[in-house]
């Protein structure tokens, strides 16, 4: 992390912008997902409530260039993909997405599966991460 956010060189203490953020959980607009940039790699951390109020996990993902250089690619998805993108970055389910668009939770799902390989990352919430990323929305 201390490569993509900056910080201290001891071990054990987070970067201050990742501290920052972790203690602005619970504040209304706090955004829900963090992301940096170094070089042709993206690392995006997440938050995860555990088992009790006061311990929260991170959920790392990092993305780098492959051989096919990015595969992230906006315009490469279809117009109804576009809709389901911009309500999974709103924290919409998959099942609120499919009431909004008048389709099942599983047409949903199956249209998630197909945006993930074409922005290049593994999950909704790398997904939410990168299209947020594209149109400035922060939640």
Not at 41 to 65: C, D, F, S, V
Not at 68 to 75: I, S, V
Not at 78 to 87: K, N, Q, Y
Request: proline content about 6%; cysteine-free.
């Amino acid at each position: 992390m201390k490569e993509f956010f900056g910080g201290r060189a001891r071990t054990r203490v987070l970067p201050d912008k990742v501290r920052r953020w972790l203690a602005k959980k619970g504040e209304p607009k706090a955004p829900e997902s963090l992301a940096a940039k170094r070089g042709d790699a993206r690392l995006y951390l997440k938050r995860q409530n555990l088992y009790t109020p006061h311990l929260i996990g991170l959920l790392l993902e990092l993305i780098t260039r492959n051989g096919k250089g990015w595969p992230r690619e906006h315009n490469s998805l279809t117009p109804r993909e576009r809709e389901v993108l911009l309500w999974l970055t709103q924290g919409k389910s998959n099942a609120e997405i499919g009431l909004i668009l008048g389709i099942t939770p599983a047409t949903v799902g199956k249209h998630l599966e197909r945006i993930y390989p074409k922005l290049g990352v593994e999950n909704r919430t790398a997904a939410a991460s990168f299209a947020s990323e594209l149109t400035g929305n922060t939640r």
